[in-house]
């Protein structure tokens, strides 16, 4: 990942997670955020799917698992690419937070369907884009469909209108970030109405 250059949040999942010692310990399988539209959208959490373990921390488990996923908080993240994802802490010992008070991108926003303020339908979040911004990513939009574009002229010029208003310099399939006015366990709603 290069400072400055968007990338999607599909990109990254299943990208490699290593310890603080090399270890391959697992991949990506989600991001998470405070749920708070009123903050900076930094991904401030790293949703590492782990390999085999018995132990969390201090916790030790009752039986090993396999299917467990854990949030690290991104200051935790050593180095991040596209291929591997390094940690400072070794395994198992990982500051471990809980998902309460989080939007995880993978559950909450991708593939969820965005609705203006009045709940006539937009589209689906296709991805969720990010940018690398000192260390940490960013979230700056939400990507829709390039041939929903390519057969609605009423969606291209909503997406252009949105981005006019929020002074976006991203591509016409992106939604700027600060257009969200709330996300729901059903929709991502955008705060401009659709036209009819």
């Not at 299943?14 to 991001?31: L, S």
Request: aromatic share 6%; glycine share 8%.
């Amino acid at each position: 990942m290069e400072e400055g250059q968007p990338i999607g949040f599909r990109d990254l999942l299943k990208v490699e997670v290593r310890d603080a010692t090399g270890r391959q310990i697992g991949h990506v399988q989600d991001m998470a955020l405070e749920a708070d539209l009123g903050r900076v959208p930094y991904i401030e959490f790293l949703g590492v799917h782990l390999f085999w373990t018995d132990r969390v921390g201090d916790i030790e488990l009752v039986r090993r698992a396999e299917d467990l996923v854990l949030l690290v908080p991104w200051s935790d993240v050593a180095s991040a690419s596209k291929e591997v994802i390094t940690l400072n802490s070794k395994h198992p010992e990982f500051p471990v937070k809980t998902a309460a008070g989080k939007w995880l991108v993978r559950k909450d926003i991708l593939d969820k369907q965005m609705v203006d303020p009045e709940g006539s339908r937009i589209h689906r979040v296709d991805d969720v884009v990010l940018v690398l911004q000192g260390g940490r990513l960013k979230v700056v939009g939400l990507e829709v469909s390039k041939g929903l574009l390519l057969t609605s002229s009423a969606l291209r010029r909503y997406l252009a209108e949105i981005r006019r208003k929020h002074a976006s310099r991203s591509t016409s399939e992106v939604i700027p970030w600060e257009a969200v006015e709330g996300i729901t366990p059903d929709a991502v709603v955008i705060g401009e109405e659709v036209p009819h």
